[in-house]
Structure formats: structure tokens, C-alpha cells
């Protein structure tokens, strides 16, 4: 079963605005998203420090947040987006 | 690799590769001489007086972004929260970290997300008739 992880920031407003379509996705597709808050959490930090290598590439180069890895195809997609990208990446 | 400067006349101090020619300051022409980091830290620390609290930030942001093609977000909800994550991350990280990106713990990459960084690069800024830097703190005019 792959792991679909977010890493989000708690005062960042991407990610605030992308928690409702988190919720609706889980919600409709019966997935679970497991949130990783990385500014108030050195482990979650670490965490996604650990993905580095796979997320940079796919994220302009940098960790941003919020950011989607599917950690068995390690498919990331970052920044606030529209719900049916979002469902595309939880479902590809 | 980059050194400090210091004024022989008025004290200012430079941090960067050359020396400036001609001190901002107080004018005078090719004043700067090489201190060290120790030196430039006490002069600078001994001049620091009280905290740099948010809104001496924003007023800094807004000074520095008045003859730019940029502005400050007027979205005050939207600034609000992001300066309350820079400052937080300042207290716990010891600069003004972007709240919407992590420290890589790699000092060069760390730098660049220093608030405010260099947003022209980013994608959601450059060719774009309503651009932002990455947060959205900052929005072209
Ligand atoms: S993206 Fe915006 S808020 Fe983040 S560090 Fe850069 S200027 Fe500051």
C-alpha cells in the first residue's frame, strides 16, 4: 500500500488553503494523507530533509510546503493547486 | 570568499567582497579597511538597540519594496500569518525563514530562503502579470 505524505507548514497560507481539499480527498477516495507539519516538529522536518534528493527535483530545487509525495512511486507534486491535481496525484 | 569592512571614519561596516569605494555614510573615498568577523560583530551588536519587533519588519519590508516593480501583499490576514511564521522561525532558527519552504540545513541553500529572498526567480513571479514571490507576502504592482 503506498504512503502518501504531506509536509506542510503551519504558518504557511498554501497550506492552509490546500487542508479543505486534503479532507474532501480522503473523504471521497477513502485514501489517508498523513500530515507532517515541519516547522514546529524537528522529526517531521527530518522526515522530509530525508526526501530531499526526490523532492527538489520536482519542486523548483528546493523543500517548499506544502508538498505531496506518494512514497512508493516517490511522485511529488508541491504548492497550492487546483482539487483534480491533487486527486490525480493521490490516485496515479 | 566574502570579509568585513570597516570605515575608518565613520565606523560603517561593509560585509561582501570589495570594499564600497565611496562610504555610503559619510562619503569619503576609499575608507574601508579588512576587520575581522569578531570586530564587525561587536561594533555592529554594541550599535543594535532593542528588538526588531513584526512591524519594524513590515515598515522595513514596505521601505524596501517602495521604488520596486513589487509591493507587500495588502492582504492583511494573509501577512499577518506570514510574519507571525518568519519570526517564529527566527526565534527557534536564528533567521527569518520562509514559513512556506524548510531549511535544508545546508548554510548556502539556507540562505536563499531568508526572508525577504531573491523571489524574482521564482516561478510563480517571473512572466507573470499577477506574480508573488513564493509565500504571496510580496506581489508585483
Ligand atoms: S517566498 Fe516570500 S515570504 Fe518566503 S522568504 Fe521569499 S519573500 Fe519571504
Known amino acids: 500500500m503506498p504512503k502518501l505524505l504531506m509536509f506542510h507548514g503551519r504558518e504557511c497560507p498554501h497550506c492552509r488553503a490546500m487542508m479543505p481539499l486534503v479532507d474532501r480527498l480522503e473523504k471521497e477516495t477513502g485514501s489517508s494523507i498523513e500530515r507532517h507539519e515541519v516547522w514546529h516538529d524537528e ?5 522530509m ?7 527538489t527535483p520536482q519542486c523548483g530545487g528546493q523543500l517548499r510546503v506544502p508538498t505531496f509525495l506518494n512514497t512508493e512511486t516517490n511522485d511529488a507534486v508541491c504548492g497550492e493547486m487546483p482539487y483534480e491535481k491533487l486527486k490525480e496525484w ?3 | 570568499m566574502k570579509k568585513f569592512w570597516r570605515c575608518f571614519v565613520c565606523n560603517d561596516i561593509h560585509y561582501g567582497f570589495k570594499p564600497p569605494e565611496l562610504c555610503p555614510t559619510c562619503k569619503v573615498k576609499n575608507a574601508y579597511v579588512e576587520i575581522s568577523a569578531k570586530e564587525a560583530k ?5 550599535a543594535a538597540e532593542g528588538d526588531f519587533t513584526k512591524e519594524d519588519f513590515r515598515r522595513a519590508i514596505e521601505k524596501f519594496t517602495a521604488a520596486n ?11 499577518d500569518i506570514l510574519l507571525e511564521g518568519i519570526f517564529s522561525n527566527e526565534a527557534s532558527h536564528d533567521l527569518k ?3 512556506c519552504r524548510l531549511m535544508s540545513k545546508d548554510w548556502e541553500e539556507d540562505l ?10 521564482h516561478e510563480t513571479y517571473q512572466g507573470r502579470d499577477k506574480g508573488e514571490c513564493w509565500c504571496g507576502l510580496f506581489i508585483k504592482r
Do not use: E, G
Open chain 2, 112 to 121: 536563499k530562503i531568508v526572508c525577504p529572498c531573491n523571489f524574482l526567480i
Open chain 1, 90 to 92: 493521490a490516485t496515479k
Open chain 2, 97 to 99: 525563514y520562509c514559513p
Open chain 2, 69 to 79: 516593480p513589487f509591493k507587500v501583499n495588502p492582504d492583511r490576514d494573509r501577512t
Open chain 2, 42 to 46: 561587536m561594533i555592529a551588536c554594541a
Open chain 1, 49 to 55: 530533509r530525508s526526501y530531499r534528493p526526490i523532492l
Open chain 1, 43 to 47: 522529526k517531521n522536518a527530518d522526515l
